[in-house]
Each structure stands twice: as structure tokens, then as C-alpha cells.
């Protein structure tokens, strides 16, 4: 049954999480989408997002179209915004870098989150020697965003309206 909350905000039924449970598998293939911002590609495609402790993605898993990363549970919908395609595999890195005169390492992955009008919903997860990291070095949140700018099975997606289904 559809959640009128998410109906009055707009969000396909398809969307909505009812009673689905988190899914924690994720394959290495599997391709992720998120909203990039409407001054792209006027701006490099590495300015153009980040990546962060709970930064938003979607599941192409648990969505129908990639356009679904579009549709904003707290805003305005980002019509027109352009959308990164990527796979899960770019994402899950691990860099080291020397601190306090000890190793940290940095691991990347990605955490299914849903949320009521939006279940493909994800967080980025990012973990330093193990523990959540309640920051992150821009030198190590660089490196990984440069290297899913960098790669070619990235995709940039363009020109996409909201989806009406």
C-alpha cells in the first residue's frame, strides 16, 4: 500500500519501502547512481561530488531507472540534474596514509539504507582501522573520488526527467 507521505511528495509506489527490509548484499558489479550537481560538466566532474560518511546513493538493484536518484524525501526534486553511474567495486578502496605517527587506514563501501519513500536509498561507509571514521582527510576522500572520475566504466547520465511510473 502506498505511503501517502511519499505520494504527497510525489515518489513512485515502486519506490517506497513498506515493510522491505535492508538488503546488505551487494556484488561488486553492482551499479550505484548519484545526483551530480546542475553546473556539471561546466565544472570538472572531480569538483563535482564527494564523497563522504553518509554521502546519498541508490541502488540500481531497487531502482527502474537510474533517473530515480532524481527524486529528493527532503527537498525540491533535482530535475534535470545530471547522474553518476558507478560500481560498487570503484568505491571499495582502501588507502593508508601515516598519522599521529601510526598507519591509518581508510576502507570505502557502501551501506543499504533505505528510507520510507525512497528504498534503493544507500550511505557511503567509511571506516578507519575498522571503526567508522567521524571524519575523513580530504587527501584520502580525493584520491577515491578521483579514481570514479578517472575510471572508464564510470558513466555520466544526462538529460533525464522525473520518472512518471
Do not use: W
Not at 561488486?28 to 572531480?46: A, D, G, I, M, N
Amino acid at each position: 500500500m502506498a505511503d501517502p507521505a511519499c505520494v504527497e511528495l510525489g515518489i513512485p509506489e515502486r519506490l517506497h519501502r513498506e515493510d522491505r527490509e535492508p538488503d546488505p548484499q551487494f556484488e561488486p558489479s553492482e551499479v550505484l547512481y548519484r545526483c551530480l550537481p546542475k553546473t556539471f560538466p561546466q565544472t570538472e566532474l572531480k569538483a563535482s561530488f564527494r564523497l563522504t560518511q553518509d554521502e546519498s546513493v541508490n541502488r540500481r538493484k531497487y531502482s527502474k531507472y537510474p533517473a530515480d536518484v532524481l527524486f529528493h524525501i527532503k527537498g525540491t526534486h533535482r530535475v534535470g540534474h545530471p547522474i553518476l553511474a558507478f560500481e560498487v567495486r570503484q568505491l571499495r578502496q582502501q588507502l593508508s596514509r601515516r598519522e599521529n605517527n601510526e598507519d591509518a587506514i581508510y576502507s570505502f563501501d557502501v551501506c543499504h539504507k533505505p528510507e520510507d519513500c525512497m528504498y534503493p536509498h544507500c550511505a557511503v561507509e567509511v571506516r578507519r582501522n575498522g571503526q567508522l571514521a567521524d571524519s575523513v582527510p580530504g587527501v584520502i576522500r580525493k584520491q577515491v573520488r578521483d579514481s570514479i572520475a578517472d575510471s572508464e566504466e564510470k558513466q555520466i547520465l544526462f538529460n533525464h526527467s522525473l520518472p512518471e511510473d
